[in-house]
Nanobody
Framework: QVHLVESGGGLVPAGGSLRLSCVFS????????MGWFRQGTGKKREFVAAISWNAFSTYYADSVKGRFNISRDNAANTVELRMNSLKPEDTAVYYCAADSHLASVVSAAKYWGQGTQVTVFS
C-alpha cells in the first residue's frame, strides 16, 4: 500500500519561500508520477504541479508558474515543491499525490498524503 507523508509547511511572510517534501513508501517510487495539490479554506482542491516518473516532464498551474518548482529524487523516494515569491493567496493545505500515470496524477490521483498547512501572511 502506497503511503505519502508531507512535511515542510509553515507560516511565512508574503514574498518568502518554503520547501515542501513528500516521502513515498510502499511500492517502487520510480514507477509513479507525482503531484502537488492544494486546498484553501472554503475552496475546491486544485492542481499545483506534477512530475513524471523520470522527471523529464513537469507541469504547473498557471497561478504558480515561475514561482514554484517540483523535483524528485528517486533514490530517496521523495518529491519536493520549492515555493518562492509566496503570496497570501497561496495559503492552503498542500497535498502530495501519486499515480502510475502522469495524466491520472493531474486529474484523479490514486494515492494521497494527509497534507501540510502553508500560511502566507501579508
Amino acid at each position: 500500500q502506497v503511503h505519502l507523508v508531507e512535511s515542510g509547511g509553515g507560516l511565512v511572510p508574503a514574498g518568502g519561500s518554503l520547501r515542501l517534501s513528500c516521502v513515498f513508501s510502499g511500492d517502487a517510487f520510480a514507477s509513479y508520477s507525482m503531484g502537488w495539490f492544494r486546498q484553501g479554506t472554503g475552496k475546491k482542491r486544485e492542481f499545483v504541479a506534477a512530475i513524471s516518473w523520470n522527471a523529464f516532464s513537469t507541469y504547473y498551474a498557471d497561478s504558480v508558474k515561475g514561482r514554484f518548482n517540483i523535483s524528485r529524487d528517486n533514490a530517496a523516494n521523495t518529491v519536493e515543491l520549492r515555493m518562492n515569491s509566496l503570496k497570501p493567496e497561496d495559503t492552503a493545505v498542500y497535498y502530495c499525490a501519486a499515480d502510475s500515470h502522469l495524466a491520472s496524477v493531474v486529474s484523479a490521483a490514486k494515492y494521497w498524503g494527509q497534507g501540510t498547512q502553508v500560511t502566507v501572511f501579508s
